[in-house]
């Protein structure tokens, strides 16, 4: 009989996961899958309101802690969706600074980000996965967004496409995005956090505990983890972890 | 079809105070611009609720504030044409007429039969496609009649129907208007600020003034004997003076400052005293009762008249409130000094003119002498 | 070109301005009766989907549809219709940004209508229902198909409460306005634009039929 | 709390509620005068802002008013002003999305005035300007108003378009709706909701107003 | 002050043909609804623009279809009152007045002494403060014209200006026109379909029908002697007929089948004959020429005359089209039977009425006869 699958995922997936799930439903003619590709804060806020949903794959570990009935702190309101054997990190990304093409304003690495070059730096906020990982790079320079915010240098961005546009287009001196987001828009990261700058980007995958397909959204996971969809991913950027 | 109507009601700073009795015949309201005649129709089909009072049709209570019995407009079958009309703009004349049959649930075929015959009683063959906007006033009229004449109603009531007609379109539809009235035979009331329409279509009339009706009385009566300042006035008395009883059969006319004497008997509680313009004359015409010595202020040509407007020159002139003011609501001249004019109307070719600037004496034959109570 | 966007935002749109339609008319009707001081409450309650950002529309939208709150879980557990992350989830955002509009500029068309065409009405016995169709409605016309045209706009172009109560699900739940934004977020800006020109050709499309229609009417 | 935001969306929706007034104003009485085709595509082209996401929206005006391009260009190289990411940059957006709904009312309402009065104001010798101003403008005022209250709802409710091309930078270029936005995304929804609530004063106050100035000109 | 006009302009299917002249005298222009009259008015004062032709004031080319003079309305300085006299709403009387002196920038002290005064002399004192909606028609009326005269026009033209007025109000306003008038000297234009109200205000008047204006004549020719047939229905005359020559004093009157003799040479190219409703008369009152018997079809009450509709017996009729529709653009009674019915006037007192279905024979005086051409 026919299954359908609905994933939800992290719009930076949007090519990556289009593409695998294209080719893995050619190969299961009885699965159907279907995608909704929003910012992970919202797919995470609409599965907590109830969204019918099989497998959901975040942009960060945050979001998908905050549905996750063992997510920590950043789980407020104890929701519990997360099927917790399920739960894998599935893809590694970097944080990169990018500045527009032929800038002038000289910043060429995350610790010009503390000096007097800096005019503008654009990040996403705190719900956009990148933000919470740009916020701790600024920690870890010895500065904060509070620091940015009282000098006006600052601006949050809703999505990883309005920082890219903003830089693209000038209207901000640089900012702080995924890799792969760099790669699709077509910019040169100008440097690549380290580690120890905002620990691992990790990309997390869990199958939700009320799906109706719990196998069916494993299988796919794990064909997530195989080495089709690896070669799918590394054409983008990501490191794939499993 | 009898109608009984005794109401009351406040709207604003107005208020509305109408009781007279109407049966199958055509009854008129004479008022003013403002004086509720309107209102009046309004509170008969039901659009407006009197605050009080009491209205019967043919012996169905339609309102009565005390038995708490308030009929909806649908189901008073009383028609009531609007001044401007109120043709739907969106429909043709066919539909509009057809709506007057809606009530009745008739079939499709009977309904067209019924329109089609009352679209050619109407003489409106040949226009049933048209949009109201492609009308004449006259024919708006007729289509506007035709709706309420298929709807069957037990009493028509006409709020100005030929006021928003030009004067060349005017006569040719009141004609057709009165065919159409005398046809239907029941009882149908119409309102109107037009004396001459009022006499022609009206066989009785009632004089409005600031929300109250008068006594309705046959339309002869009031044009020739108003009973009351405010009838004269609408039925087009030009001179009118307040008076005072002096014995039975002389009286001071106050403004215009002279004692008139006449051949009846004077009521009691005389407080005015009128002519028409038409009835005085010029006093060397033989007739001299009644003369006063005036100053000819304007003359003014008519197609069939020479009217004059001219100042009374004797008796002494009460100062002070503008009598008019305090007698009556109706509109006035601002100017008090000009309503103490007294107008002479002349048929043009019974004498020679004469000219502005004259003394001329003139005289007011004491049988023609309106007494107001 | 896949056309799915096309058709649901078509789908979403007419029938958000049909219930647009129904309930601005008529929250105008009845408002437009009422005293000042409560006219002017309304006024300010049904004029807040406008003042707040659709996103939040659309969350505040979630807290009474979605199945864990009381109208959604009735709707899931008694019909088994399930109220978001669906196309027709599109219609409720796009109904609440858009009644504003209808609303407002419906109120106003009221509020000049001549009532002796609806006291004419109902002398004639026609009942209200019929003048309020038949009579009222044509006679604000105007007003009527600025207030339905400004709604429809609004509708086809609704993406942040829509977002959110509908998500984007490539060929379930996207509308053009939201393949329009994830195009354009993913770099694809060339097929962004093409969407673009589609939402034009049906403004277009829909605001000369209108001018059509007022000229007919004329 | 930090009362900049409520300043800040004050003085964008107020500002660019004067503009739209104004320019929503001439566009209707100049295009109210066209034929009816060109009266159709303007009609297109001037709705076209509400049926695009206001995101798409924000990019479009970014690329004429970004730096990189010719008029942000000319503004910065010559005049040294940056046009975006600047509280201003937030009127821009505002004045882009409201447009619409200020001149589909204003058209509506100059279409149904007297052209007697204007001719008589004519013949006394009056300018055009001040028969526009001082006689057209106030007997279509009730179709101004509807319309000026609905540019300056959606000035203070926008979002999408000012979050990009403005940016959202606590105390230089948030607004309240931004503000919302970013307290109801980081988990603080009590502080989002106050918020909500200043909006909610301020619609009060502006409905309040405008249903106070319609009475007392009757 | 003379006024120069020559005027084509086409709007739709309708075209309008205006040439005639006017110098310091009040001019009618008397037309049906619809006729063009408006149009002609707004053509000189400049708010249309014609599409050929010649306007000149005063020597001053206002508009020039050849030399391309075209002068915007606010240099032309000309008065135009328009039929619902539209006031500023938004303005007090005071604020509707003062735009009246905007165009020659006065000081503000002047400015203010001068609608003071003007204020004064139209009786408007106390008023000021009113919008045009708390005013009266009659009020209204003054304001517009206080704001027109004390813009100091050239010339004033007046739009049917006392048609919004209830039939009350209307004596009283006309009284004040017409003086204001007189003070004022220079030329004045004033529309009407009230042939009355052309009467006694107008020196002269000019009939207008279907867009043309004829030449313009005295007030009592086109009264008592129109020339045409358009000029004697909006004259008022009642009886009209087509009409053939037969003999020098002899002619057919097609429409009430009879030979007519005459006291006066009939011209060649005769094509109709009229006789006002009052100059018929019944045939035993002595005068027994050209008698027509006839049959009473209605008897009509009017508050001074019985007005009969009488249908001739003698005579074949012609069948066939309607003069009437064929000769003028009036707007016309759809039923064609009812014109050809003849109209009598008969003084109230003047005689017993006759009873309705009775046989009568009239007689149409030979001197009162008018001939159209
Ligand atoms: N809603 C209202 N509130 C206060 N006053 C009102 C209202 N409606 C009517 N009036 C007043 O009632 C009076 C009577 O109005 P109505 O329309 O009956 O006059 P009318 O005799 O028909 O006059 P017209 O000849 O001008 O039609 C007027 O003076 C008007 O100002
Ligand atoms: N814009 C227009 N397009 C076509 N026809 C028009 C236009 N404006 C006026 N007309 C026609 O011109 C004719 C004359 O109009 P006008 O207003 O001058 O008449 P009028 O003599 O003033 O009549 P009334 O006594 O009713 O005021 C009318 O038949 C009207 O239908
Ligand atoms: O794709 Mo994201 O969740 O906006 O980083
Ligand atoms: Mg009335
Ligand atoms: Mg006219």
Redesign the interface.
């Known amino acids: 009989q026919n299954t359908e699958l609905t994933v939800f995922a992290a719009a930076s997936m949007t090519e990556t996961i289009s593409k695998i799930a294209d080719i893995y439903t050619e190969a299961h003619p009885n699965v159907t899958i279907t995608c909704t590709f929003d910012s992970s804060g919202t797919l995470a806020t609409q599965i907590a309101q109830g969204a019918d949903c099989d497998l959901f794959i975040s942009a960060a570990p945050k979001q998908m802690n905050q549905i996750d009935i063992n997510g920590g702190e950043d789980n407020t309101d104890g929701a519990d969706f997360v099927l917790e054997e399920s739960r894998i990190d599935l893809l590694e990304n970097k944080v990169v600074l990018v500045t527009a093409q032929g800038s002038d304003s000289g910043i060429s690495s995350f610790e010009a980000l503390t000096g007097d070059k800096l005019n503008m730096l654009c990040i996403g906020n705190e719900d956009v996965p990148v933000g919470a990982y740009s916020l701790k790079i600024l920690e870890y320079l010895g500065t904060s967004a509070q620091e940015l915010e009282d000098e006006g240098k600052i601006t949050y961005a809703t999505n990883v496409k309005e920082v890219t546009t903003q830089v693209q287009e000038g209207v901000v001196d640089c900012g702080i995005i995924y890799a792969t987001d760099a790669f699709s828009a077509g910019l040169e990261p100008v440097d690549e956090a380290t580690p120890d700058m905002c620990g691992q980007v990790i990309y997390p995958a869990a199958v939700m505990k009320n799906s109706e397909n719990i196998q069916a959204a494993q299988e796919f996971l794990d064909y997530l983890t195989g080495d089709e969809a690896k070669e799918v991913f590394e054409s983008v950027g990501f490191t794939p972890l499993s | 079809m009898s109608l009984i109507i005794d109401i009351e009601k406040t709207l604003g700073n107005f208020s509305l105070d109408v009781h007279f009795k109407a049966e199958n015949e055509v009854l008129g309201l004479l008022g003013a611009s403002g004086s509720g005649k309107t209102m009046t129709l309004k509170c008969i089909a039901g659009v407006i609720t009197p605050d009080r009072g009491h209205i019967e049709l043919d012996s169905q209570v339609l309102f009565d504030s005390e038995k708490k019995i308030n009929l909806s407009p649908q189901k008073r079958r009383v028609g009531l044409l609007f001044q401007n009309y109120a043709l739907f703009p969106n429909m043709t004349v066919w539909q509009n007429i057809r709506t007057g049959l809606l009530r009745d649930h008739m079939g499709r075929a009977s309904a067209d039969a019924a329109v089609k015959d009352i679209i050619e009683k109407l003489r409106l063959t040949g226009l049933e496609k048209h949009k109201p906007w492609q009308l004449s006033g006259g024919q708006q009229q007729r289509t506007a009649l035709a709706r309420i004449l298929i709807s069957a109603p037990q009493i028509i009531l006409l709020d100005e129907p030929l006021s928003a007609l030009d004067s060349c379109l005017r006569w040719e539809v009141e004609t057709q208007l009165s065919d159409i009235l005398a046809e239907y035979g029941k009882t149908v009331i119409l309102v109107s600020h037009d004396r001459d329409e009022i006499y022609r279509l009206c066989s009785r009339a009632s004089a409005m003034t600031g929300g109250c009706a008068g006594q309705p009385v046959p339309v002869e009566e009031m044009f020739e004997r108003p009973s009351s300042i405010s009838e004269a006035l609408l039925s087009g008395c030009k001179n009118i003076s307040r008076a005072r009883r002096l014995t039975s059969r002389t009286l001071l006319a106050q403004d215009w400052g002279t004692v008139l004497k006449t051949d009846r008997e004077i009521p009691e509680n005389l407080c005015g005293v009128g002519l028409h313009a038409t009835d005085l004359c010029p006093s060397w015409s033989g007739k001299n009762e009644n003369s006063i010595r005036c100053h000819i202020e304007k003359r003014i040509s008519d197609p069939l008249y020479d009217i004059y407007l001219l100042r009374p020159q004797s008796g002494d002139w009460p100062e002070g409130e503008d009598h008019f003011k305090t007698i009556s609501n109706l509109p006035q001249a601002e100017d008090s000094a000009s309503s103490r004019l007294l107008r002479m109307d002349c048929p043009k070719n019974s004498s020679q003119p004469f000219s502005k600037e004259q003394e001329l004496t003139v005289s007011m034959p004491c049988q023609k002498l309106m007494f107001f109570t | 070109m896949d056309w799915y966007p096309l058709w649901n935002s078509l789908r979403v749109a007419a029938i958000s301005c049909v219930i647009v339609f129904f309930t601005g008319i008529f929250a105008a009707y009845y408002i437009s009766r009422l005293g000042?001081v409560v006219?002017?409450i309304l006024?300010?309650i049904l004029?807040?989907?406008?003042?707040?950002?659709?996103?939040?529309v659309g969350?505040l939208l979630?807290?009474v549809l979605?199945?864990?709150?009381p109208v959604?879980a009735f709707f899931l557990d008694f019909l088994n219709i399930?109220l978001?992350?669906t196309w027709y989830a599109g219609i409720f955002a796009a109904v609440a940004v858009s009644f504003?509009?209808m609303y407002?500029?419906a109120r106003?068309a009221f509020?000049?209508f001549?009532m002796?065409?609806a006291?004419?009405?109902?002398?004639?016995?026609?009942?209200n229902t019929?003048i309020f169709w038949?009579?009222r409605m044509?006679?604000c016309?105007?007003?009527i198909l600025?207030g339905t045209?400004?709604s429809f706009?609004?509708s086809?172009?609704e993406?942040?409460a829509t977002?959110?109560l509908a998500?984007?699900?490539?060929?379930?739940?996207a509308t053009i306005?939201?393949t329009?934004?994830?195009l354009?977020?993913?770099?694809d800006e060339g097929m962004?634009f093409r969407w673009?020109l589609v939402?034009?050709a049906?403004?277009?499309v829909v605001?000369?039929a209108v001018?059509l229609l007022e000229?007919k009417?004329k």
């Open positions: 000042r006219k002017g006024d300010v004029t807040l989907p406008m003042v707040l950002p659709p996103t939040v969350y979630l807290l979605g199945p864990k709150h959604g399930r978001v992350m504003p509009l407002r500029t106003g509020e000049s001549d002796t065409l006291y004419s009405g109902q002398t004639l016995g026609l009942s019929y038949r009579v044509p006679a016309r105007q007003g600025a045209v400004l706009a609004r086809l172009g993406y942040g977002s959110m998500g984007y699900t490539p060929g379930r739940t306005s939201t329009v934004y994830q354009w977020r993913t770099n962004a673009v939402n034009l049906i403004s277009a605001l000369l001018n000229r009417e």
